[in-house]
């Protein structure tokens, strides 16, 4: 049955769990806070309240005390299960916290649409980012591009770290979205990246209308000129159903990648200091569809979630266990507890990319780097192409020594939290 959660217990996980995540940005990362972060390994202390909580309260969902507020923590893996395999009905992504943080830049977008308008926009997403299909039909066009920023990136280098590594993913994202004439358009991502930090505080923060103007004009403009070999020609081509705004699809694209590239170096790091999986990881660059690559991404991202707090909100009162859930009920997924507790997984703290590959992860349901069920990441297969495609260039080009952070090793349990921004490698060419 359902559980309500004491006051104390419920400001421990507002505490402890809660704004820490706020804290770190939920839709752009705070370098600072992401440097505190990992200082102070805030997300195993998250993992550890919940585990606490499950013990202590049974298997949930847990009910916090909230005033106005219907909120429950998700706590079994198998009411992941439900919750995201009942999306959009009775648990629909766009809750009203997600709509209130996604207006500020992408108020069109899928993953902010409620109601009857969701569908024919999530299929438009499909039919563009071509889900389901591991190799993309720009895959000629996108290996160029990653082939060539890549190569600009590391060419007379000794070091690789954050900041460089940022400029050349945003030239490939933009050379994949918007062609290739977008390629040192800063001022379209700086835009999105002001209204991002903006959307971190959702609700509490005034929408700016004039920025956001300001950023659809420049989108559109690249947007129309259609350059092939470009997501942007994609659009260009597919008709699209009255009201569905397909240039409005495009910022969540955009900001999805940001995500993409934090995932990107991350795994580049735990490959450089864990030879067995790096070795397997070169075997694999034979192979077009780069498997095990891709299963490094997942692995690297279920280790360290770029969507930490997954958010379902009931569209009718809900029975559960006995008990019943009100209507307009949020329900909260934290994925780093699901991801990492060595209780529900043996392998919660180990970089175990096979676990993609032989079918472990399928034994275990609340596994969701990229969400799951209906509502699960429209792009994620052109994501992981994109991702694993950049690896194989950094690993057929160079040798990577990792000088920050010091905290990865093969021999020992990985960090619960990454701090993406402090990383740093010397290289060398190969």
Known sequence: ???????????????????????????????????????????????????????????????????????????????????????????????????????????????????????PRRRYNETILETGHAIHSLAGPVRTIVAEETAHLLAERGHLDWDSFNVAWWRIVRRIVLGDGARDDDEVTDLLADLRLRANWAFLMPKAKRRRAAFRRRLDALLDRAEPGSLAARIADTPAEPGLDPHGQVPHWLFAFDAAGMATLRTLAVLATHPTQRAKARRDLTDEALPYLRACVLETVRLWPT??????????????????????????????????????????????????????????????????????????????????TMLAEFLRRGSYELRAPRNLSARRRLPATLDNFGIRFATSPR
């Open 307 to 388: 969507t930490p707090v997954i958010l379902r909100e009931s569209t009718t009162a809900t029975s559960w266990r006995g008990s019943q859930l009100p209507p307009e009920t949020t329900f909260v997924v934290f994925a780093p507890y699901f991801h990492r507790d060595p209780e529900l997984m043996p392998f919660a703290d180990r970089f175990e990319p096979e676990l993609w590959l032989d079918g472990r992860a399928r034994e275990y349901p609340a596994l969701v780097p990229f969400s799951g069920g209906p509502g699960q990441c429209p792009g994620e297969d052109l994501v992981l192409f994109v991702t694993s």
């Open 1 to 119: 049955m359902t559980r309500q959660a004491s006051i104390p217990d419920t400001v421990r996980v507002a505490g402890e769990v809660v704004l820490p995540t706020l804290a770190g940005g939920v839709i752009k990362r705070r370098p600072r806070a992401m440097a505190a972060a990992a200082a102070l390994r805030l997300d195993r202390v998250a993992v550890n309240v919940l585990r606490r909580l499950r013990a202590r309260h049974g298997a949930g969902p847990l009910v916090l005390r909230v005033p106005g507020r219907s909120l429950a923590v998700v706590l079994e893996p198998g009411d992941v299960t439900r919750v995201l395999g009942n999306t959009p009905s009775p648990f629909a992504p766009a809750s009203i916290e997600k709509r209130s943080a996604l207006n500020h830049f992408q108020p069109h977008a899928v993953l902010a649409t409620p109601g009857p308008e969701r569908q």
